[in-house]
């Protein structure tokens, strides 16, 4: 697309990273990164013109929320408002009428939201309209205590109500905490009652990450599903409840069933994502429901299905993009360091996961046509700390003190 006409096109302002960035850009749609003083990859990206900034914390809601709105009145008319992360979600839901003013947007309705994102209030939701979820409890560990008969089977996966609850100096890297016994259990409550918060324990779905599939969907304003894919995991860092670091494009005619099924009951507007696991009889258990753009949405576009155009296109009165009926299956994606970790750590050669990485047609913050955001926001701040750490000067020795009779003299 020439410069002339993507500048006709109205701007998307974005409250993620490149992966995010990168299936807007594919089509044609300029984007404005929102990033703190920390900057960030996206900024380089050719896609991103211009940044907005601010300079408070990830924490400083009001003032990010100033800044999107004075940068958003600024503009010749509302950009499309883009988000990423369930913070970013709640801030968008929570302040919908103020960013209404300067922004167009896709948000579900408020209280759908909050069930969503909190995981206790989602399993009540569950449960209450019949969604096929696994058995869970909610508890809080306390120090000096233990377990109670939680009536689960084991083994059972602990985790957080919400991802920011300060989990990772309880959990680590990995979304959950896993006990095979009530034992284990038992061993884990101590380190559990740090996180002064309540906790989920759900029965774990027996088998490997690989058997997590998920359902992708726009559901737009009149209900009507403007698009829809699925896909699953194939590798995460940890290997067992980790982050993805590789994922593909499926053809699972059974998840789509179900993923329209349950948004329809939700009465879901916008995009989210649904994920399940797939147990050894074949049956779909769904673990939560994300109702926010993410990192899959870049991989949907290179295979065919570019959902965050498609909400571009009903917000700003612009013609859909067309959309094929299915995204191509065995479309992949990965994240290259992270991945080569984990493909190490499931015995895989070194010789083999090049082979697959090079043949992936999606990588993370990497593309040949557009190589900043790699280059300068990832590969030159990594360079740059390792040359001060070889180059940076040894401290000066300090002297001895004089001895005492040398001192009198």
Known sequence: MSERRRDAVPLACVLGDMELVRPLGLAGIRCAVAAGPAGGPALHSRFARPALRWDGAGGDEEGLLGAL?????????????????DSHLLLVSRHRERLAEAFRFVVPAAALVEDLVDKGRFQALAERLGLPVPATRRIRPGAGTLPDDLGLRFPVIVKPL???????AVGGAGKALRADDPAAL????????GAETDL?????????????????VYVDAQGGIAAEFTGRKIRTLPIELGHSTALTITAADDVAGLGRDIVRTLGLRGVAKLDFKRAPDGGLHLLEVNPRFNLWHHLGAVAGVNLPALVHADLTGLPRPAVPPRARAGVSWCRPAQDWRAAKACGLSRLAWLSWALR???????????????????????????????????????????HRAEAKA
Do not use: N
């Open 69 to 85: 709105i004075g940068f958003a009145t600024a503009q010749a008319e509302p950009p499309v408002l883009f988000y990423q992360e």
């Open 162 to 168: 919400r991802r920011d609850d300060g989990w990772f």
């Open 186 to 193: 038992r061993a884990l409550w101590p380190r559990l009652a």
């Open 200 to 216: 989920l324990v759900q029965e774990m779905v027996p088998g490997p990450e690989t058997r997590i599939e998920s359902y992708h």
């Open 360 to 402: 992936c047609e999606a990588k993370a913050t990497m593309s040949w046509d557009d190589p900043m955001p790699w280059l300068r926001g990832v590969a030159w701040p990594y360079l740059r700390g390792r040359l001060a750490q070889r180059f940076r000067r040894p401290r000066a020795r300090e002297e001895p003190p004089p």
